[in-house]
């Protein structure tokens, strides 16, 4: 078994033990103080149940020092053992006092198992805490042995191993004399070959900067030309959409300016007409009322102007005022 199993084995038997002594001991006071109410006068009958109560205390003293005691490998003396004896011997006859007293036998029986089981509980517990604690001594005794066997094992392993290590250094260091002066050698011509090379590399770079820088500059130059010539595109691009802006604004001027002079002599030509003679048909009359409202010419010689009502001629006269400045005929009428 390992130390586990043990422990576990001790643990199952200090609940068993406790388990027996606490119904144990509950019995006993059930059983024992009718009993202590009977031969304790009427006055005091309250405190029967302190005897069993105490008795059963020394019990669990007993058993637990026993156990503690177990545990450490120690031995209390002769005494723990009078009062283990004692005390079993206590609750044996208060439990089963009262059957005896009165020629019970089957009560005395039935009466002494829980008090016997108890004292035997108590020895048997008392013998398995130490023959567990010598068991578990004992194989705490074994890892130790075994522990310290390892330990030796591996300082010898360690020993052998420095031993080796040692002498590979040795002959390590050997072949390192041996071989310095030839590395020297090779060192030297390794040297003078990567300084050539090196030098070589120097040469190479300077010329690749060179070349860079050459690269750069031309770059930039171009660059430059570029951004000179993207500028001059960029102004004639300007000088041209301004004089194209300028020629759209005197086009449209000129433009304003004819519609403007035709507008004027449609409306000098519809107003120097007179009145009409007949009545306008509805699209002629509404050029004659747009050319007399931009004229100023009053509602009712409008009305004359163009042979409609002056109810009509007022209409049309605020539409045209509704839709604002002066127009020309064809978009007013």
Not at 70 to 98: C, E, F, S, Y
Not at 99 to 112: E, M, T
Not at 191 to 214: I, K, M, S
Not at 221 to 237: G, I
């Amino acid at each position: 078994m390992n130390g586990v199993q043990i422990r576990s084995a001790e643990r199952a038997l200090s609940v068993g033990t406790w388990l027996i002594v606490g119904g144990a001991m509950l019995y006993s006071v059930l059983t024992v103080t009718p009993l202590m109410a009977a031969h304790t006068p009427a006055e005091w009958r309250w405190t029967s149940p302190i005897l069993p109560l105490v008795v059963d205390a020394a019990v669990v003293i007993v058993v637990r020092l026993d156990s503690v005691l177990a545990r450490l490998g120690g031995h209390g003396g002769r005494w723990p053992v009078v009062l283990r004896w004692m005390t079993g011997g206590m609750t044996l006859a208060l439990n089963v006092a009262d059957s005896a007293l009165k020629n019970d036998l089957v009560g005395v029986a039935v009466h002494a198992v829980a008090p016997l089981l108890l004292i035997v509980t108590a020895e048997t517990g008392l013998a398995y805490r130490r023959a567990i604690t010598n068991a578990l001594a004992a194989h705490q005794e074994r890892e130790r042995a075994e522990r310290d066997a390892r330990e030796r094992a591996a300082v010898e392993r360690a020993d052998a191993a420095e031993k080796r290590a040692r002498e590979a250094r040795e002959f390590e260091a050997r072949l390192m004399r041996e071989q310095r002066d030839h590395e020297a050698s090779l060192a030297r011509e390794q040297d003078e070959r990567e300084e050539r090379a090196r030098r070589e590399e120097r040469e190479r770079a300077e010329a690749a900067e060179r070349a860079e820088r050459a690269e750069r500059e031309r770059r930039e130059r171009e660059r430059e030309q570029q951004r000179m010539d993207r500028e001059r595109l960029e102004r004639e691009a300007a000088a041209r959409a301004e004089k194209a802006r300028l020629e759209r604004e005197e086009r449209d001027r000129r433009e304003q300016r004819e519609r403007e002079e035709r507008a004027e002599r449609e409306r000098a030509a519809l107003l120097a007409a007179g009145p009409a003679p007949v009545k306008q048909s509805e699209e002629q009359a509404r050029l004659t009322v747009a050319a007399a409202f931009q004229s100023g010419v009053p509602v009712r010689q409008a009305a004359e102007l163009c042979g409609w009502s002056v109810g009509w001629v007022s209409t049309r006269y605020q539409e045209l005022r509704d839709q604002g400045p002066a127009q020309p005929l064809e978009e007013a009428a």
